[in-house]
Each structure stands twice: as C-alpha cells, then as structure tokens.
C-alpha cells in the first residue's frame, strides 16, 4: 500500500522556468490538496480538488496551476517559477468532504523546491 | 476567515507533562486537528476533536471548547522522540467542509 506519494522529492529550478510537481494517491480519496510550508506561515493551502475535474483555490493560488484528470492524481504547476515560491510543498488526501471523523488529511513526504 | 495562535517555542523535560495550547477565530467551525510534524517529514495525524471535551489516545490527549476558541495537546510521559513541531488546525465549513487552516506549529524541544 504506496499511500500519497509526490515526485520529485528535490528540485532546483531557475526564475521563470515551468515546474510540475506530481502527486499519486492509491486510497482512491475523493479530496486532495496543495499546501506550501514556509518559515513563519506554516502550512498554507494552495488548490484543492473535491474529485476528478473539480478544483478550487485555496488561500494562496497565484502563479499555481492544478489539473485532476484522474482521481489519484492531483498535479501542482508553477507556470513561471519565482524566488518567492521556494518552500516545501505538501500533497495531501482524504477520503471525503463530510463532517465526520475519518476525513483526516494525509500528507505526502513532501517536494522541496529551491527557484534560484 | 480563521485565525489560529500557538505558541512559537516550548521546551519540556523527558518524562514530564508538557501542554500545547492552541486558540483560533473562525467564521465557521468543523473541527479541529492536532497533527505532529518531525522535522524533514510529512505531518501526520494525531487527534481530533468536534465537540467540547477531552480526547484520550494513549499519551497524547486534547481538548476542545468551542465557547472560548480554545483547544490544548495534552503529551504525558515525554519522550525525546517527541520533540518535534505540533499544528493546530481548523476544519471550515466550506469547500465541502474538509479545508484546513493551520497554525504556525509549536516547536517542542524534550530535553534530558
């Protein structure tokens, strides 16, 4: 059982590059989302997907962009990397949006990403 | 919107009781979360609570009231593989009602 899985673990890009950082769950979960984790701010959401071709922004979506074809795969891209979007970004999931106990986020081991 | 307060730092003793308190703002409430994070890592998943009260899960326990705004991590028996950065997060009501807001993390230093 993979669980939530993101690729790659470590990326150094340059300013204004194209960067896609990808994230694979296997619990079939209806909800996954983006957060960046920075100094200072802790965990900020980024996009969230309620299933397969439904997404939404989240606190700080600018200069993001999300697809969800599929529902295992939730794919994060930085259409023109900044200095300002270097941080460690968590993939996470859960199984669904209704108020109830087993809707607990599960995260990924996380993307570091460093935009020189 | 929400906001959510926990302190930056703590430093506690191993074996000892440490408290992380947690106090937010919120336009709607849906829950609220107490995840562990080490450092390098992923956060996971420590507690959980909806209503007012105290939940108990072996060494780790919190509480909730949602009157006052307020929630604390209850770490009994403190183990120095407890050090770690704890979140508080808030569950909102919209979005499906699964959309989270964290606070900045509690440092937690056990010390010998």
């Known amino acids: 059982d993979a669980g939530i899985t993101q690729s790659p673990r470590y990326k150094i890009t340059e300013t204004g590059r194209q960067v896609t950082l990808m994230c694979h769950q296997t619990?079939?979960?209806?909800?996954m989302f983006w957060y960046r984790q920075d100094l200072g701010h802790g965990l900020r959401l980024i996009y969230y997907s309620a299933a397969a071709d439904i997404t939404d922004k989240g606190e700080v979506p600018d200069g993001y962009v999300v697809s969800r074809s599929k529902t295992e795969n939730f794919p994060l891209t930085l259409e023109s990397a900044t200095r300002s979007q270097t941080s460690v970004y968590f993939c996470?999931?859960?199984?669904?949006?209704?108020?109830?106990?087993?809707?607990?986020?599960?995260f990924g081991p996380g993307t570091r990403l460093t935009v020189l | 919107g929400q906001n959510i307060d926990q302190p930056t730092e703590m430093t506690a003793t191993e074996g000892a009781i440490v408290q992380i308190n947690c106090t937010y703002q919120t336009s709607g409430f849906n829950g609220l979360f107490w995840y562990q994070q080490h450092a390098g890592e992923a956060p996971t998943f420590l507690s959980y609570n909806v209503l007012d009260g105290l939940e108990e899960k072996g060494r780790f326990s919190s509480f909730l009231s949602r009157s006052k705004g307020y929630s604390y991590l209850l770490l009994k028996e403190l183990q120095m593989k407890d050090s770690a950065s704890y979140l508080c997060?808030?569950?909102?009501?919209?979005?499906?009602?699964?959309?989270?807001?964290f606070g900045t993390g509690t440092q937690l230093k056990v010390e010998l």
């Open positions: 997060a808030v569950r909102g009501i919209t979005g499906g009602g699964n959309k989270l807001t």
């Open positions: 619990w079939s979960h209806s909800y």
């Open positions: 996470a999931s859960s199984e669904s949006g209704l108020r109830d106990h087993t809707d607990t986020q599960y």
